[in-house]
């Protein structure tokens, strides 16, 4: 008694040599301009993240810099959301100088400064991500951080896969983080495609061996420890760093622990009151906070696990004071800590497990307002994140604003070509809606994704829901757009060509009635298309032309492009250079509107038409 206790740190850093070493190794061929992707997989709390973190001084002390984007299970997450994370952080550091960019300010909205229209293509967005991601490496070497991505969207994946793919010489080094108990379905089917590239390294972490415990715990509590001690930890933790971690601090809190004659022991008589199992281990770490801390936290962790103190202080936190107050006392028990952020408002749970366990501990009743007072306050101050916004809506009970945000949301997704997650918006939407007009809106955009992804019958079946729930209306642009697109998906599916037609031809009496010239020149290229198929050229360049001149008459550029190529391939057989001058009409709209799927269609019928004149180098 009367000794003076050692200091207590808890961030300290043991084992892993072999794999830092490794790391260190891809960062030095990365800096040398041979680019590589490193997957680090290991349970929740073996320390993958960190390890990961660790290359921070190691890209600074090289000129560079990391920064990281975060994958969550939340349903609500926003498409590309750990790309957009990566993007901003970039953004922020100064690195790129500044340039016009089409698609990205569509995932990092402060990037929008007079910038053109989007171009419509999701490989656009890609290639933009990838030209940004090579201008910040030109200044210093790049490590790109991106966690837990067992969670990770297929948008999230296909970037991952395409910047792969492109990369040559760029001084980037990519690091996954991934959760190997909760790796399942599309993870695994996407590692094994990055295992087919040379440049894909995978280290698997396990959790500390004893010897590396012992170092742990020496180093945290700045001496020698009894062997009891050391016995309770690791028959506790396990060796997971983040286990031990937790119940170290519960010991200090408990007092269970006391340092005497040179060294620090366990309590004998406290043993026996300490949980011998991990059950309930985060639970009793957050009691240790005051009330006010937990009632301050529990919006905080409602918002998510990186939140903005303005936005929980403006859904209903508490003042500033109070607010601050709980962070500095949650970041003194480790429960949260400062985001990387510049503007030090954002803060960061130290652990998804510890927000799980906030929202576990919140009143039904209570965490209902909390969801309501969250999505009131974004609605303010980041309208945009609508994906958010109708997630904590619905979680509220609160349907119709939740349907509208849903559907914002997925038209979000939409823009930026993110199927799956627009899909499962649309989906939440028409949940969510008891008016058949909206519940129709909601089914005829997931027919358009069931479209786009080949999915026909599907289209046709929800194309049939809509208009059932619509059955008695009279018409309008809305009961016409899905009429015509549940026969395209039939005609799609086989429906004879002269079927079609007919039903095509009642549609465009309706069309031109309404004054619609945008669904009168679609409902034209699919009757033109079908006159085609029949063989009747003539009377499919008659409607074509038609359709150009309805679509002449709108202000969409890729319209009067799909209907002049419809022209160019339907007068392809008898008039060469008048389809030639068509699609290339047609290529420099889809070029001008960005729309590169277009453009290849348009260098495909131009090269059919220059081998069939005999110039071979032209068409190649």
Known sequence: ??????????????????????????????VGGAPHLVSIVGEAGVGKSTLARRLTTEAALRGGSLVAGRCTEAD????????????????????????TWRELPQLVPAMDAGTSAPAGNKYTLFDEILAFLRLA????????????????????????EHVMTQLTHERILICLTVRAEE??????????????DERFHEIRLRRLNDTEVSQWLCGVLGGETSPELLAYLLRCSEGNPLLATQIVRMLLDESAVRYEQGRWGLRVESEAKLPSALTGLVDRRLERLSPETRRVLNTAAVIGRSFDIDLAIAAGAGTEDEMLDAIDEAIAHAVIEASTDASGSYFTFTHGLLVDAVRRSINPRRLI??????????????????????????????????????MAAGNAALAIYAHADARRFFELAERETVDPVERASALHRLAEIAETEGRH??????????????EGRPDDHALLGLRRMRHRTRALQGQPAQTTIIMCSELLVTARALGDHAEESQLLNMIS????????????????????????????????????TRLGTSVMDRNTTDAADFHKRALSLFRTAGDRCGEARCHINIGRLQQRSGTGPACD
């Not at 009367?2 to 830092?20: K, N, S, W, Y």
């Not at 590309?80 to 550091?93: D, K, T």
């Not at 379905?185 to 295992?195: K, M, N, Y």
Request: glycine residues 6%; aromatic residues 4%.
């Open 1 to 30: 008694e009367g000794e003076h206790a050692p200091t207590i740190d808890l961030r300290q850093f043991v084992g892993r040599d072999a794999e830092m070493r490794r790391l260190v190794r891809l960062l030095e061929a990365s």
């Open 76 to 99: 609500s997450r926003a498409p590309y959301a750990p790309w957009a994370e990566i993007i901003s952080s970039i953004h922020r550091l100064g690195v790129v100088g500044a340039k």
């Open 137 to 160: 490496a030109v200044t210093g070497p790049l490590v790109i951080q991106l966690d837990d991505m067992q969670w990770a969207d297929s948008g999230t994946w296909d970037v991952l």
């Open 183 to 196: 790796t399942r379905g599309e993870a695994i089917e996407r590692r094994h495609r990055l295992v087919r």
């Open 369 to 406: 307002r909390i969801h309501e007072r969250s999505a009131q306050a974004m609605e303010l101050r980041t309208p945009d994140n609508a994906a958010a916004i109708a997630m904590h809506y619905d979680q509220a009970g609160i349907p119709e604003k939740a349907y509208r945000h849903a």
């Open 457 to 470: 019958a599907l289209g046709e079946e929800l194309c049939d829901r809509a208009l059932a729930g619509l």
């Open 529 to 564: 298309q079908c006159l085609g198929r029949l063989g009747e050229w003539r009377e499919a360049e008659d409607v074509a032309c038609e359709a150009v001149a309805a679509a002449e008459k709108t202000d969409d550029a890729r319209l009067l492009a799909e209907s002049l």
